[in-house]
């Protein structure tokens, strides 16, 4: 049986939000604003992860963002990234570009619980809030990873959006390079929703 384990960039007020500043938002590029040997702490711990996962699972806009990036690129994470199997979760996604893609289009709990059930190993979900905030609801996560970036925005489309008033136990703390933190929690409590 699979994990689900939902891994973000985070502020340090947890906006997910434009961390590159392509999306034109008045705090984006926050992502980009760590020192160097940061970013390179932060790319191995990206690879390390990687490699140690057996899948990748996204929401269509989340899938998007990375199919349009990630195959163009050259090294070691990207051609992680491209080899793993991919799932997306989409009603609407037509025809994935990206190779080893499979469209879920289901409904999402029952689509994340077959593939938890069929899949040995990690299940990794980047840049897919909302569909993180159904499975974080459904009880279907069973770790969250913060890298906490330092830095505060005060606005922004925050992790857990409307609040999911969730406990969350810690697992893990991991200092990242200079100035970054890895938080790891497993939630706490039975299913609603």
Do not use: C
């Amino acid at each position: 049986m699979g994990r689900i384990i939902v891994s973000a960039n985070v502020s340090i007020d947890t906006v997910v939000e434009d961390p590159t500043g392509e999306e034109g938002t008045a705090h984006g590029g926050w992502f980009l604003r760590v020192h160097e040997t940061d970013r390179a702490a932060r790319a191995e711990l990206q690879l390390e992860e990687a490699r140690d996962a057996t899948a990748l699972l996204f929401g269509r806009r989340g899938y998007e963002f990375f199919a349009s990036r990630w195959p163009q690129r050259d090294g070691a994470l990207a051609d992680r990234l491209t080899d793993m199997p991919k799932y997306v979760i989409s009603r609407t996604l037509r025809n994935p570009a990206w190779n080893r893609t499979t469209v879920l289009t289901g409904d999402a709990a029952a689509e994340v619980s077959a593939l938890r059930d069929r899949t040995a190993g990690d299940i990794l979900v980047y840049a897919s809030f909302q569909l993180v905030d159904e499975l974080i609801l459904r009880r279907l996560v069973d770790e969250v990873r913060l890298l906490v970036h330092p830095v505060a925005l005060g606005t922004g489309r925050r992790l857990f959006e409307p609040p999911a008033d969730i406990p969350l136990l810690r697992a893990g703390v991991r200092q990242i390079g200079t100035n970054l933190v890895l938080l790891s929690y497993t939630p706490e409590g039975p299913a609603r929703g």
